[in-house]
Nanobody, 119 residues
Framework: QVQLVESGGGSVQSGGSARLSCTASHVTVCMAWFRQTPGKGREEVAAIDLHYGGPVYSDSVKGRFTISQDNTKKTIYLEMSSLKPEDTATYYC???????????????WGQGTQVTVSS
């Protein structure tokens, strides 16, 4: 079992920036950030292969969000810039053992952290 602990988030004004962090208890193949709003499914916004890099992004955040990792391969970050009200969501960190151009197949989940963007 892999435990994931997220930090960051909060409230930010439209056009602003925010940073999320997530630390895993064990090294996995890949990690990712998903987000979810009430009444909608969970959307994978960014994912990274912890051993080979090669991040992927959803079209909705491409060019605005950046996923990165530290050299322990247990911590990832999500740098979010040019935030929009529609980015408001609960953001979840995930980890898994299978990665492709479609992202990280999540097996383990964090508790989620709220990001609210006000106009």
């Amino acid at each position: 079992q892999v435990q994931l602990v997220e930090s960051g988030g909060g409230s930010v004004q439209s056009g602003g920036s925010a940073r999320l962090s997530c630390t895993a208890s064990h090294v996995t193949v890949c990690m990712a950030w998903f987000r979810q709003t009430p009444g909608k499914g969970r959307e994978e916004v960014a994912a990274i292969d912890l051993h080979y890099g090669g991040p992927v992004y959803s079209d909705s955040v491409k060019g605005r969000f950046t996923i990165s990792q530290d050299n322990t391969k247990k911590t990832i970050y999500l740098e979010m810039s040019s935030l929009k009200p529609e980015d408001t969501a609960t953001y979840y960190c995930a980890a898994g053992s299978s990665y492709s151009q479609n992202g990280c197949q999540a097996q383990f989940w964090g508790q989620g952290t709220q990001v609210t963007v006000s106009s």
